[in-house]
């Protein structure tokens, strides 16, 4: 009887144990460990740290040194042609935009007056070689026995009459040259830009009259570089050309001359570069305006 007591004690005794063993969780399975497989003998687990990201620096932009200016696009070269002396305009051989060539005629005053001082002038230069003729065949007449009076007295005249053809004929050549003046030539082969007299009109001595341009190239003129931008500059120096009136076209050129001596405006010393473009463009004209855009290569 006391056995089968102590018996049913044990029993109940052990369901309470297993009981408390279930809700303490005695019984769930355990929960793995991580494992980290070293790199080495003493390899150790790396440790991961929050990074602040890193905004990269913007690129230094460069400096411009380059030297802007305004610039004219004019010829290779060209001129103002003036009257040399006063008169009234007889004939002109050409018009705006006719092509000239090299000493062509262009335009001529009325010559009427000059041309009768070198008929007066050529008369007298006949006279007096006419003289000289005459006074050297007295000379050449002389008899043997002339006296030392008469060789004196002829040989004189000589003298004299080569005097006057001397002056006659330096009479004729200012004749000549003075009809000169009242003609105007071509200094070089160009293109007749402008004629602003008519025929009959009344030209003054100094007047231009005509203005001829070699525009088979173009150059760009700058009259606004400083003292201090122009001893930066040099023969040679690239330049790059736009135009207002042509905003599509962009041309590189180089500098071909630097004026030797600045002018100043308002206080201010200039100078005058021009730059001459690598290519001829036909699109361009005489007087288009231009930026100009230098690259000092010092």
Do not use: C, H
């Not at 980290?36 to 400096?63: C, D, K, N, W, Y």
């Amino acid at each position: 009887m006391m056995r089968g007591v102590i018996a049913t004690v044990a029993i109940v005794a052990a369901v309470a144990l297993a009981l408390v063993l279930v809700q303490s969780g005695a019984f769930n399975s355990p929960t793995p460990s991580p494992t980290v497989t070293p790199s080495g003998p003493q390899a150790t687990v790396p440790t991961f740290e929050p990074t602040t990201p890193v905004t990269p620096r913007p690129s230094a932009t460069p400096i411009d040194t380059s030297v802007v200016a305004s610039g004219t696009v004019v010829p290779l070269r060209s001129a103002d042609l003036a009257t040399r002396t006063s008169g009234v305009v007889a004939a002109i051989y050409v018009s705006e935009g006719s092509e000239a060539a090299a000493n062509q005629l262009l335009l001529k005053l009325d010559q009427r007056t000059y041309q009768a001082a070198i008929d007066v002038a050529s008369r007298a230069e006949e006279r007096a070689t006419a003289s000289v003729a005459e006074a050297q065949l007295q000379v050449d007449q002389l008899p043997p026995d002339a006296t030392p009076g008469q060789i004196e007295s002829v040989q004189a005249n000589l003298r004299l009459a080569q005097a006057e053809l001397e002056l006659a004929r330096a009479n004729v050549s200012k004749a000549q040259a003075d009809l000169q003046q009242t003609e105007i030539r071509a200094p070089f082969a160009g293109t007749v830009a402008d004629v602003n007299i008519e025929v009959g009109e009344q030209a003054t001595q100094g007047q231009t009259v005509i203005t001829l341009g070699d525009i088979s190239g173009w150059l760009v003129e700058t009259t606004d570089v400083s003292e201090l931008d122009v001893v930066r500059l040099a023969v040679g120096d690239r330049a790059t050309l736009t135009f207002d009136a042509l905003p599509g076209l962009t041309l590189l050129g180089s500098v071909d001359r630097i004026q030797v001596r600045g002018t100043s405006d308002d206080g201010t010393v200039v100078f005058a570069v021009t730059v001459r473009p690598d290519t001829f463009n036909p699109e361009l004209r005489w007087g288009m305006s231009s930026t100009v855009r230098i690259t000092p290569s010092g």
